[in-house]
T-cell receptor
Framework: AQSVTQLGSHVSVSEGALVLLRCNYS??????LFWYVQYPNQGLQLLLK??????LVKGINGFEAEFKKSETSFHLTKPSAHMSDAAEYFC????????????FGTGTRLTVIP | DAGVIQSPRHEVTEMGQEVTLRCKPI?????LFWYRQTMMRGLELLIY????????DSGMPEDRFSAKMPNASFSTLKIQPSEPRDSAVYFC?????????????FGNGTRLTVT
């Protein structure tokens, strides 16, 4: 069965500090993994995706994530937080039937402290 | 490109009433998805269409929920009768093709409150 676990429903960082949002996955097939961001009162936007190419994936707004099969992890990082990064972040894994069935985590709300 | 358009943005209704949520996907996209977001369960896929045909509705909670896509530019999600536990944010999303390299584009959602 496919699932993702996001550790920490709320994360607070100071402006300029490292952002680390954790995601662990469970998959019965080689996974495709995604990070989405949701700003207040908006829909989700794709930040980055892992589709079995390079294990270190770079996305928009300076975010990146590393796929680690041995740890079944796909953590999201950004070296220096900006106020504009405050949002909710969702990790997702594809289902066994393909890209049309994504299983989302419950989300991590990132707060950036000035 | 106007993006995925959902209406209404907010809906407040009383238990037992019929609710209809609407979605206009991005022109040219051939896949359309309905998701529900709640605090308890997160984001759940309810149903998706390909070329206006429902492909997987296994996420639809029960018979009170129904979805249609009469043409490539319009879809509805109907709840009849509505119940308080249906309160959630409902998202519509669309994409072109089924490749993993084709991202989902989400609308801004409809916040439904059933009292």
């Amino acid at each position: 069965a496919q699932s993702v676990t996001q550790l920490g429903s709320h994360v607070s960082v100071s402006e300029g500090a490292l952002v680390l949002l954790r995601c662990n996955y469970s998959s019965s097939v080689p996974p495709y993994l995604f990070w989405y961001v949701q700003y207040p009162n908006q829909g989700l936007q794709l930040l980055l995706k892992y589709t079995s190419a390079a294990t270190l994936v770079k996305g928009i707004n300076g975010f990146e994530a590393e796929f680690k099969k041995s740890e079944t992890s796909f953590h999201l990082t950004k070296p220096s937080a900006h106020m504009s990064d405050a949002a909710e972040y969702f990790c997702a894994v594809s289902g066994p039937t393909g890209a049309n069935n994504l299983f989302f985590g419950t989300g991590t709300r990132l707060t950036v402290i000035p | 490109d106007a993006g995925v358009i959902q209406s209404p943005r907010h809906e407040v209704t009383e238990m037992g009433q019929e609710v209809t949520l609407r979605c206009k996907p991005i022109s040219g996209h051939d896949y359309l998805f309905w998701y529900r977001q709640t605090m308890m369960r997160g984001l759940e896929l309810l149903i998706y269409f390909n070329n206006n045909v429902p492909i997987d509705d296994s996420g639809m909670p029960e018979d009170r929920f129904s979805a249609k896509m009469p043409n490539a530019s319009f879809s509805t999600l109907k709840i009849q009768p509505s119940e308080p536990r249906d309160s959630a944010v409902y998202f519509c999303a669309s994409r072109f093709g089924s490749s993993y390299n084709s991202p989902l584009h989400f609308g801004n959602g409809t916040r439904l409150t059933v009292t």
